[in-house]
DNA sequence: TTCTTCGCTTTTGTCAGACAATCGGGTTGT
DNA sequence: ACAACCCGATTGTCTGACAAAAGCGAAGAA
């Protein structure tokens, strides 16, 4: 079915086994699926709705690249949807969600505290999962979650820095107190924190690193 | 080519032609539109992305139908993106976005004062491109673009509640006004109360046809 | 009568094959 | 060395085909 085209494609994007630049021909991708071009065509459409792919008449689909400033760009509105995730959800969000969402918290400390990779990622996503659940509001899951899917094609969570998964610990339980206690606009500044500070390591490395491939 | 089928369709739906909740079966569309089924489907799967249609397995979609909450929903995150845009652009647009954004605020004036239906709708997304244009963020763009095409599916535009207009007319200016005097949090407040007032408008209008569904 | 069950029709989801249009690169000629 | 040209590769689209599933109506049983 071509959802699960749509998703071992985006998990191939996303893991970096499909490069930002890379073309992708139709035909490759038939055979190596082994499912036909209709369903990959769609798949497709799907995944450059989502901004994921980047599709050029004529000459097909490459996974997209983000400069620079996209990235800025990127960083910034995220930090504006989950500041507002936060503080709505702080404010109106379930009992339920809240348990869920310091569940998903400890799980991540311990994944980080025990050092595996995948578990990290897979707690990392459930938090946030959490968090755009609990604010309530459809649309701001919808486009964090693209959003998110997009941040992975700069190719390096900002998570790998040494030293900033710790940080990193500690800005999501930040996140969490706030938000059980039921503190809005600390939920808020929580969130743009962390990102901001996401997104700082992430230039920066983005800027050695493009400032290398300008030699 | 199917960009035209995506505009034909996008259309449909806004203009109303095509309802929300109505079926959109293939063949026919096939045959209104004079075009093979490959390229209705990949049109199809655009539009779903971007959410104005709705699919269900095995039963085709259906143009997307909205909530009251869900409206509400809308509003709050458009409104929050829109403050966005506006104090992006009243502290980083050029000059000449300014320029064009003055003169769009005055060509959709002069359309409300002479009082032509289509011609105030494109004025209107004259301001808003421009506005989106100005902030510099092509995410915020992306997904305002995305916000401003799935209220259309509300099927009333706050805009044709009488009374409504002269002070959609006045709160644009007052927007136009802070981007113009570079005052970022001026005009974000200008933006949101914008906003806010359609969406009180919207979602009074929304809450007594819906009352009436009911009965 | 009403509820359940069965089968039929419609529509989707997917495939394979075909063909024109177009793009990029390599070749050829000067 | 440079320009024009031609050719292979790839996309965009159409057609026809078929299985699978959903909805509907009819038939049958309680």
Redesign the interface.
């Known amino acids: 079915m071509r959802t699960q085209v749509e998703d071992k494609l985006r998990q191939a994007i996303s893991s970096g086994r499909f490069k930002p630049g890379q073309r992708l021909v139709e035909r490759e991708l038939c055979e190596s699926i082994g499912v036909g071009r209709?369903s990959i065509?769609?798949a497709l459409?799907?995944l450059?709705?989502?901004?994921l792919i980047t599709s050029y008449p004529h000459r097909g689909p490459v996974v997209s690249t983000i400069t620079y400033e996209?990235a800025a760009?990127?960083y910034?509105?995220r930090a504006?949807?989950e500041s507002?995730a936060g503080k709505e959800f702080a404010e109106n969000g379930t009992a339920q969600d809240i348990h869920t969402l310091n569940e998903a918290v400890a799980e991540f400390a311990e994944a980080a505290a025990s050092g595996g990779g995948s578990r990290l990622i897979k707690a990392k996503t459930a938090f946030y999962d959490c968090l755009m659940q609990g604010s309530?509001?459809?649309?701001?899951k919808?486009?964090l979650t693209s959003?998110h899917n997009r941040v992975t094609l700069l190719r390096m969570t900002s998570m790998t820095q040494p030293g900033r998964l710790n940080h990193s610990v500690e800005e999501i339980k930040e996140i969490a107190a706030a938000i059980t206690d039921r503190n809005g606009a600390k939920a808020a500044a929580a969130c743009k924190y962390h990102i901001d500070m996401a997104a700082k390591v992430a230039l920066d490395y983005l800027r050695k690193t493009s400032e290398n491939d300008g030699d």
């Not at 450059?48 to 901004?51: D, I, K």
């Not at 309530?136 to 701001?140: C, E, I, R, W």
């Open positions: 209709t065509r769609e459409r799907q450059e709705a989502e901004g996209e760009q990127l910034s509105v504006l949807l507002y309530g509001n459809v649309f701001v919808q486009m959003l």
